[in-house]
């Protein structure tokens, strides 16, 4: 019996350790599951942890870096950091932003473009124009638009529209007083073209300052072949391709220069020029011009003549009216095609152009401006045409007229939206 006893005991422990071994196995594997599931867990946000903190650290590097960079620049964080992969355009638009913001005196600014390589001759600058490609070997002829002005550009929304979507065929220099502060967006057109300016005083010498300044500044680009003097009040009575081609489709500049005996032109005339200045070679003309490079090199090249008129043309003779008419008739008279692309209206007495206002701006005002005359155009391949367009552009325009323009300037001008 204590045999058989011992048997049992023994069989019973045999039988306990085996549902031990049994049920062991049933408890481990959910339970090394469960450890290995919270271990991935706990390692993942591990990664998670260190991949953001050096994500957020080169995050705010890169950040520092493209603060440090100029504003000036304006470049993409990526362009900044490959430098190689900056376009021709923006080295060009980079250059002219650094010519605009020289410290350079008149008479230092004067000098350095008298020093400029002498003037194209017409046969050799024809291989300028009529460019509207770039290409590897030849710039781009641009066109050069000098805003004179004593405060801001009322009617800048229309040149906008004017202008876009030919970048690179012009640029923008603006003459204004030097106490008026512009707000013009780093998106604008406008956007810092104002060259070094002085004060300007209606009926003084300073007015041709100005323009010789505006000139000036415009002759350091060498893409620059065209000059066009515009006022605040100025518009475009066509779009920037027609207007490009006209310009750069002939070898002649556009300044208007006119005898008359009458009081207001030779009766300003000061005998105290004489013998520098013959009354029989005095002229008077618009103030606003267009001119080819080498005409506006000239221009800048004179110091003889402008001290004669900065000494003896004073009021009631004004040398803006005289100054350069008088000069190109008496030595470039072969490089003008001798009248004005500037439209305004004299009908009206008095010394100053008519001004037009919101209900004057209608379709049938500006083409009877745009096609009423005819004219000449001395074409670059020799070839002269009479032809109806005869102005470019035209003033005196309010700011009031500018909704207006707007809203007309697709079907009348030929560009906006």
Known sequence: SLSLSLSLSTMGITDHKSKKEEEQPMISKPLRFIVLQKG?????????????????????????????????QQQPLWSALFINHTTTMEIEQDLQLQVLKHNMSDQELFTKVSSLSPPLSSSSS??????????????????????????????????EKFF????????????????????????????????PSQAVYWGTSSMVDAERRLLANALLDESNQRFVLLSDSCIPLFNFTTIYDYLTGTNLSYINSFDDPRKSCRGRYNYTMYPQINITQWRKGSQWFETTRELALHIIADTFYYKVFDQHCKKPCYMDEHYIPTLVHMLHGEMSSNRTLTWVDWSRA???????????????????????????????????????????????FTAETLEPLLRISPAVLGFGP
């Open 40 to 72: 991935n867990h706990v390692i993942s946000s591990l990664f998670f942890v260190i991949g953001f903190s050096i994500g957020l650290f080169l995050c705010l590097q890169l950040k520092a870096f493209h603060m440090s960079t100029t504003k000036t």
């Open 126 to 159: 024809s291989s300028w124009f009529g460019r509207r490609h770039n290409d590897d070997e030849k710039m781009v002829a641009k066109v050069a638009f000098m805003f004179l002005t004593g405060g801001g550009l009322p009617l800048a929304a229309l040149w």
């Open 164 to 195: 876009e979507g030919h970048k690179g065929f012009y640029s923008i220099y603006v003459h204004t007083n030097p106490s008026f502060q512009e707000h013009y967006p780093q998106t604008s057109v406008f956007y810092s073209t104002r060259i």
């Open 350 to 396: 008095g010394p100053h152009p008519g001004r037009f206002i919101w209900p004057d701006v209608t379709d049938e005002f500006l083409n009877r401006i745009r096609f009423t005359e005819e004219c000449v155009y001395y074409g670059r391949d020799g070839h002269n045409i009479t032809i109806s367009k005869c102005f470019l552009f035209a003033r005196k």
